[in-house]
C-alpha cells in the first residue's frame, strides 16, 4: 500500500480558515435540512453542549455520510478511509491512546514538518488544538469515520489499553498483587491465630469478655452513627429540591457505562427502559460494556436494535480477570461525556435522572466531584427476603448516607447510579480493576485526592436479590470488598489522617470497623438477647448479673431505635405493606453474619473472586417498565 503522504497535497490539506464557511447554510442550499430544522438546532445548541452536526444526526435529519462530506468542504479537508489509507505506523505514538479515543483523533502523515491530524470531529479541533504538543497544534486535518478511527486505535493498541485497564489506579491505592505468594500477610495471618488460639486455651474467659466489650464498643458507635443520621434526617426532610440551570448555562454532555456479564435474560429490558430517559439525544452517550468472551450477552444485544446514541464497547481478555472496575477503565477512555454515570444491567432509572444530575452539578462547588443517587427496588414483595431487602436499602440510601455526607464525612459509594466528572475520575486513576467493591474504594479514594460526594435525590430500581444463597453470595462479596478497602487504605494511616484530616479519617473507621465488626461478632451480641430475658450469660459469673443486664438493656434500645429509622425510611412511599416487616429485620441479619464468614474465607484465599448474581429471576426485571410512583417517592 502506499504511503499516505504520497496521497495528500497541499492542495487538498491546507489549514481551518479562521472564519469557516456557516455549515447550516451549506446544508440549507445543498437541500440537505431545512430552514426550520436549522434554526432548532442553532437554537439547541446555545443551551448544549453539543455542535450543530451533533444536534441535526441526533434528530435524524441528515445522514452521517451526507454530514461528514459538508463537513469535509467547509473545512476544507479531504475524506479517507482507514483502511485504504492507514495512519503512518511510526506516527502512532505521538499521542496517547487514551487522548485519541477520548478525542477522536490520531496522527496520520507528516508532509515535511506539517503533522496531519485523522479526526471524526472536525468541528471539534479547535477546542482540542490547546491539549495538542505544540509541534500539533497547527496541523492539517483530513476526516475519517468514527467508527473506522475508533477501531483502529482499539486494535493497533490493544495490549496497551488492556493492561491500562487492568493497572490505571496507583499500586499505592490498589489492592493488585494480593493474589501472588505474601510472606508478610501470611505470618500475621499465622500469628493472629495462634494468639487467639493461645488466648482460648489458657484465658477463655478473657478473651470472650474483650470480644463481647468490642461488639459492644462497635454497636454503639453504630447506634450513635445511625441515630445522628436520623435526627439530621428529621431536621433537613422537607428540604428543596436542586433549582433549574443557572441562567447562561448548557446542558453537558453525559456517558452513562453499563457494564453486562452474562445478562442474557435482561439485556433487552435494559434497553428498552433506557429508551425513557428524556434527556437530549445530542447529549446522552449510552455505552453498554460486554466481556469479549462473552458471547452469550453479546448475542442477544446482537439481536436488538440500538438507538443511535447507545453504542458497545467490548472489552478484550487479558490476564484472567473479570470484574466491572476492569471493565469501567476500559471503557472510560471511549466516552465522550464530560460527566461518566453508572448504571448496572437490571437498573431503571427515573426517566429525569439525567436533567436532575445536570442541575445537580451545575450548580455544586467545583471540587464536587460525584453525585449518588437513591437506589430502590421495584420487586419488594417477591418474598420475604426482598421486603427486608428493600427496607435495608432504604435506610442506607434515604438516611445513612445522607447523614453521613451532612456531617462531612467521606461515604462509600454505590455501585450504582453514581455520576462523575470525568476530570476527576481520570486524576484519581479510575477505579481498582482488582478491588470487588470498586464503588467503596473509590468513593474514599476521591475524598483522599481532596473531592466531595454529595447525594441527590433521583432514584434508581433494582432487582432485590430474593434468594438466600444467591443474597449470601451477593453481600460476601460486598464485605469482602469493604475489608479490602480498609486494608489498601490502612497501609499507611499516617497518610490516610492527613489525605482525609481527622473528621473523615474517624469517619472511615466508623463507618468500615462498625459494619465489618457487627457481622463478624454478630453470635457474640445475640447472646445478650437471652441475657434481657432471664437466660444465663457465659460472663455473668465474671462482671455480674447487673452488667449484663444493663447490656441487654442497651441492646434493646438501639434495636427500638434502628425499627424507627427504618420504618421512616420507608414512610411516604406508599409502602405501607412493609412497615409489619420492619420487626423481623433481626431475623434478617444473620444472613449477613454468613455471609461475613464467607468473605473471611475468600480474602485469604480468593481476593479477586467475583461472586456475581444473576439477575433477570422475577418477573419485575424482564419488564419494559417495572418502576411505580411510589418508588421514585423521597420521603
Known amino acids: 500500500m502506499n504511503d499516505p503522504v504520497l496521497r495528500i497535497s497541499q492542495a487538498e490539506a491546507v489549514p481551518q ?87 477522536s483523533i490520531l496522527p496520520w502523515a507528516r508532509v515535511s514538518d506539517m503533522f496531519v491530524l485523522v479526526t471524526a470531529r472536525p468541528e471539534r479541533m479547535e477546542t482540542v488544538r490547546p491539549a495538542l504538543p505544540p509541534e500539533m497544534r497547527d496541523a492539517l486535518i483530513v476526516v475519517a469515520s468514527e467508527d473506522q478511527l475508533r477501531d483502529y486505535i482499539t486494535n493497533t493498541c490493544k495490549p496497551h489499553l488492556t493492561k491500562m485497564a487492568e493497572t490505571r489506579v496507583d499500586q499505592v491505592f490498589s489492592c493488585r498483587g494480593w493474589d501472588r505468594r505474601n510472606h508478610t500477610r501470611t505470618i500475621c495471618v499465622i500469628l493472629l491465630t495462634l494468639s487467639l488460639l493461645l488466648a482460648g486455651i489458657f484465658a477463655p474467659m478473657s478473651l470472650l469478655a474483650a470480644l463481647m466489650v468490642w461488639a459492644l464498643l462497635s454497636l454503639f458507635v453504630a447506634t450513635l452513627m445511625k ?38 435474560e435482561i439485556a433487552q429490558a435494559l434497553i428498552r427502559r433506557l429508551t425513557r430517559l428524556t ?245 457474640l451480641i445475640w447472646s445478650f438477647w437471652g441475657a434481657a430475658f432471664g437466660l444465663q450469660h457465659p460472663l455473668t459469673n465474671h462482671v455480674g448479673p447487673h452488667a449484663i443486664a444493663i447490656a441487654g438493656f442497651l441492646l434493646i434500645c438501639a434495636g427500638i431505635l434502628s425499627s424507627a429509622i427504618a420504618l421512616t425510611s420507608v414512610m411516604g412511599q406508599g409502602r405501607e405493606r412493609l412497615y409489619p416487616w420492619v420487626l423481623t429485620m433481626t431475623l434478617y441479619f444473620p444472613l449477613a453474619t454468613v455471609a461475613a464468614y464467607k468473605a473471611l474465607i475468600e480474602l485469604l484465599v480468593a481476593p479477586y473472586y467475583w461472586d456475581k448474581p444473576a439477575h433477570g429471576k422475577t418477573a419485575e426485571a424482564t419488564e419494559t417498565a417495572p418502576s411505580t410512583p411510589e418508588t421514585n417517592r423521597l420521603s
Not at 24 to 43: D, K, M, S, V
Not at 227 to 255: Q, W, Y
Open 279 to 523: 434527556y437530549p439525544r445530542a447529549l446522552l452517550d449510552v455505552v453498554l460494556v460486554l466481556e469479549e468472551k462473552d458471547t452469550l450477552t453479546r448475542q442477544t444485544v446482537a439481536e436488538t436494535r440500538l438507538p443511535k446514541w447507545m453504542r458497545v464497547i467490548k472489552v478484550p481478555s487479558g490476564s484472567g480477570l473479570t470484574t466491572k472496575p476492569r471493565a469501567l477503565n476500559y471503557a472510560l477512555d471511549y466516552c465522550k461525556g464530560d460527566i461518566i454515570g453508572i448504571w448496572d444491567a437490571e437498573d431503571a432509572p427515573a426517566r429525569d435522572q439525567l436533567e436532575q444530575v445536570a442541575r445537580h452539578f451545575a450548580h455544586a462547588d467545583p471540587n464536587v466531584a460525584c453525585v449518588q443517587g437513591v437506589l430502590d427496588y421495584y420487586n419488594p414483595y417477591t418474598n420475604w427476603l426482598s421486603r427486608c431487602f428493600t427496607i435495608e436499602y432504604s435506610t442506607w440510601f434515604r438516611i445513612v448516607l445522607p447523614g453521613l455526607a451532612r456531617l462531612g464525612l467521606a461515604i462509600p459509594l454505590g455501585g450504582t447510579t453514581l455520576f462523575l466528572r470525568r476530570a476527576a475520575i481520570e486524576h484519581v486513576g479510575g477505579w481498582d480493576a482488582h478491588n470487588v467493591t470498586e464503588d467503596a474504594d473509590l468513593g474514599y479514594r476521591l475524598a483522599r485526592f481532596g473531592y466531595r460526594t454529595e447525594l441527590m435525590r433521583t432514584v434508581t430500581q433494582e432487582e432485590a436479590n430474593c434468594h438466600p444463597i444467591a443474597w449470601v453470595r451477593q453481600r460476601s462479596r460486598w464485605l469482602k470488598g469493604f475489608m479490602v478497602t480498609y486494608l489498601v487504605h490502612m497501609r499507611r494511616p499516617r497518610q490516610l489522617w492527613r489525605d482525609l484530616g481527622p473528621r473523615k479519617f474517624i469517619g472511615f473507621h466508623m463507618v468500615f470497623m462498625t459494619t465489618l465488626t457487627q457481622f463478624v461478632l454478630a453470635p
Open 17 to 103: 480558515p479562521d472564519v469557516p464557511v456557516d455549515l447550516g447554510r451549506a446544508l440549507i442550499e445543498r437541500n440537505l435540512i431545512t430552514p426550520w430544522q436549522l434554526f432548532y438546532a442553532l437554537r439547541c445548541k446555545r443551551s448544549w453542549d453539543a455542535t450543530l452536526p451533533e444536534i441535526l444526526l441526533s434528530r435524524g435529519w441528515i445522514s452521517a455520510e451526507d454530514l461528514s462530506r459538508a463537513l469535509c468542504q467547509q473545512y476544507s479537508a479531504r475524506p479517507i478511509d482507514l483502511q485504504l489509507d492507514p495512519p503512518n505506523p511510526t506516527l502512532i505514538n505521538l499521542l496517547s491512546p487514551e487522548f485519541c479515543l477520548k478525542h
Open 227 to 264: 441515630g445522628t443520621a436520623f435526627v439530621l434526617h428529621l431536621l433537613h426532610r422537607h428540604d428543596p429540591p436542586t433549582p433549574p440551570m443557572p441562567p447562561n448555562s448548557r446542558l453537558p454532555r453525559i456517558s452513562v457505562l453499563v457494564p453486562l456479564y452474562r445478562e442474557t
